[in-house]
Nanobody
Framework: QVQLVESGGGWVQAGGSLRLSCAAS????????MGWFRQAPGKEREFLTA????????NYADSVKGRFTISRDNAKNTVYLQMNILKPEDTAVYYC?????????????????????WGQGTQVTVSS
């Protein structure tokens, strides 16, 4: 089992920045590709970004490309999401997720149902 705990959410004005953290415990962190998703009220859970086991590979949804950056620190068992130039439409509950991967450069899929573990989520609210 892997336990994931997000932090860093909150309220910010449009154009501002936030940095989310997700601390993992349980099985070795380096076994897992990591990712961030979000879910707004009445909408499906949306893939944002993923990072490979060693951090050498990343991918992003078009909606956040150029504004959000994912990174990880395997020594601290933590994955981060730096969010810049935030917009009101970024308002949602943000979730981190983990998926075990065989290759160190592999990226997890963008489909929520294929991920192994989820955090409880952290609310991000962007006001206009």
């Amino acid at each position: 089992q892997v336990q994931l705990v997000e932090s860093g959410g909150g309220w910010v004005q449009a154009g501002g920045s936030l940095r989310l953290s997700c601390a993992a415990s349980g099985r070795p962190f380096s076994w897992y590709g990591m990712g961030w998703f979000r879910q707004a009220p009445g909408k499906e859970r949306e893939f944002l970004t993923a990072i490979s086991r060693t951090g050498t590979s990343t991918n992003y949804a078009d909606s956040v490309k150029g504004r959000f950056t994912i990174s990880r620190d395997n020594a601290k068992n933590t994955v981060y999401l730096q969010m810049n130039i935030l917009k009101p439409e970024d308002t949602a509950v943000y979730y981190c997720a983990a998926e075990s991967l065989p290759g160190i450069w592999d990226l997890p899929p963008p489909t929520p149902g294929l991920w192994d573990y989820w955090g409880q989520g952290t609310q991000v609210t962007v006001s206009s």
